[in-house]
């Protein structure tokens, strides 16, 4: 609490605060004014941590943000692999950006890595299997259906 106060550490049995000049940058999918509300979240770290919010959908949301991302990734996993790819598999990426990204960019960075390590030529190739642990291509609305929370009384279907 202190760091992002005061923008000073103390070490433990110094008597001397130190000086500290940086930016904290913190991420979460939960919502936190309810856990404040519940008492489950300190209000005042919200209050400390809440300078500049930034609301960004998910990657369901941004499926024309799928290609530049993929050509990001397999640059970057491509290279830490001594490999280059010319393009992706066209039938590669239509199920891509079908999917509904339950784990968000995190979990496409994966896929593309797994990728990236299994292709053989210069063209990336990305098994519809690897999507959601095998069980294929999820549509954005089941995945949204499936993780929306549910409303008081509704029951466990």
Known sequence: MRVLQEREV?????????????????ATHHDLNALVAEGKFRQDLLYRLNVVPIQMPPLRERVSDIPLLVEYFMDRFGKRAGKKFRTIDKKSLEPLKAYGWPGNVRELQNVIERAVILSEDDTLDVDQTWLQDGTGPKSRAACYA??????????ND
Do not use: T, Y
């Open 146 to 155: 499936r993780r929306r929370p549910r409303k008081a009384g509704e029951g």
């Open 10 to 26: 103390e070490r433990v049995g110094s008597s001397r605060p130190i000086p500290v000049d940086v930016r904290v940058v913190a």
